[in-house]
């Protein structure tokens, strides 16, 4: 069964196979999942084995571990049946495999079985199997590699969010965008379900409004919120967000980590006269954090600025260990953003 190629990866670059996207899998007799991103491999797998399903639903689908794999059993369960359904095999472990599994595996690439695909997860966390990915990637056409790297930058998790909301024909506002993925940073997992929640849930385009109802009570996105209404001049609203924030379990450090991600932004874009266009692009942000960051400059001066980078600086300092009061140097920090001037003036 044929496969379009797609882009490749900096991995598939010495690759001869079709490198696939992880949104957009196609079966093949050899299927390679790499890469360390499981819920990017899992949403490849799936997509592979629902291709088949909708192919064919007696399709037939045996999932063995090639860590603890028994002599013979690839063979057996890709080979033809009685009845000559179509069969999916799916391996995971294939970076930690047993030697009967790699000798097995070898050979059977070589000689795939009629109307079988066999899906092969590999991590890459370690190099054992590495023969085996070389020997696939080394193919004359029966194998393809589906590359799901780490994600893990800002920019890649906001693609990954915006993905999910594209694939499924639906809108989200940028606003709401960056707020979603600010209030998961730390589990793609979490982002991915929280974005599927979304797509479940509520008809129409997803606001910043509809995130904030969902997710108002996780610590980024309350940080973010004390951010935006300090940097906005709004003290009292800034004020009762913090400490809204500081109820619902947010820790003073990632609400500092929020200010100091905006002000590193505005005096990125400070003082620029381009297109918000050329300067994301020089500056490898996304057009709409350009925008945002302009909207965010109004009223601020280049000394008010660094001002408010200074007062940052100290309160990161200070609710990491440097004071005994940590909630005192958030409310100090808030006010001198807010009101654009040292703290007791």
Not at 121 to 134: E, I, Q
Not at 146 to 155: D, G, L
Not at 183 to 188: I, K, N, V, Y
Not at 225 to 239: F, H, K, N, P, W
Request: with cysteine; charged share 25%.
């Amino acid at each position: 069964m044929a496969a379009a190629p797609a882009s490749r990866s900096s991995r598939g670059a010495k690759s001869s196979i079709p490198q696939l996207s992880w949104r957009e899998p196609r079966p093949a007799p050899v299927v390679l999942v790499s890469g360390p991103e499981e819920v990017c491999a899992e949403r490849a797998i799936g997509g592979v084995r629902a291709y088949l399903k909708a192919e064919d639903p007696a399709l037939e689908i045996t999932d063995i571990r090639a860590d603890d794999y028994l002599a013979g059993t690839l063979l057996a369960v890709s080979s033809p049946s009685l009845f000559g359904e179509p069969r999916l095999v799916r391996v995971s472990g294939v970076e930690k495999c047993s030697d009967a599994f790699l000798t097995e595996a070898l050979a059977y690439i070589e000689h795939p079985q009629e109307g079988a695909t066999v899906v092969l997860r590999h991590t890459g966390a370690s190099v054992r199997g590495k023969k085996l990915l070389d020997a696939i990637r080394a193919g004359t056409g029966s194998g393809v590699e589906v590359p799901c790297p780490a994600i893990t930058k800002e920019r890649d998790r906001q693609d990954f969010a915006a993905g999910e909301f594209k694939a499924a024909g639906r809108r989200i506002a940028p606003k709401a965008l960056h707020a979603l993925v600010s209030a998961f940073s730390g589990d793609l997992a979490e982002l991915a379900s929280a974005c599927q929640q979304l797509l479940a849930d509520v008809d129409g385009d997803i606001s910043e409004a509809v995130v904030s109802r969902y997710y108002g009570g996780r610590v980024e996105l309350n940080a973010f919120a004390v951010a935006d209404a300090a940097i906005a001049g709004r003290y009292g609203e800034a004020l009762v967000s913090l400490r809204h924030a500081l109820a619902s379990g947010a820790d003073p450090v990632p609400v500092v980590a929020a200010f100091a991600m905006k002000l590193r932004t505005m005096a990125k874009v400070a003082g620029s006269r381009e297109p918000s266009r050329v300067l994301a692009s020089r500056l490898g942000m996304r057009d709409w954090q350009v925008d945002n960051a302009k909207r965010d400059l109004v009223g601020w001066t280049q000394s008010s600025l660094g001002l408010a980078i200074q007062a940052a600086a100290r309160a990161d300092a200070e609710v990491k260990g440097a004071s005994r009061d940590p909630v005192f140097a958030l409310e100090r920090m808030i006010s001198v953003i807010a009101n654009r001037r040292p703290f007791g003036e």
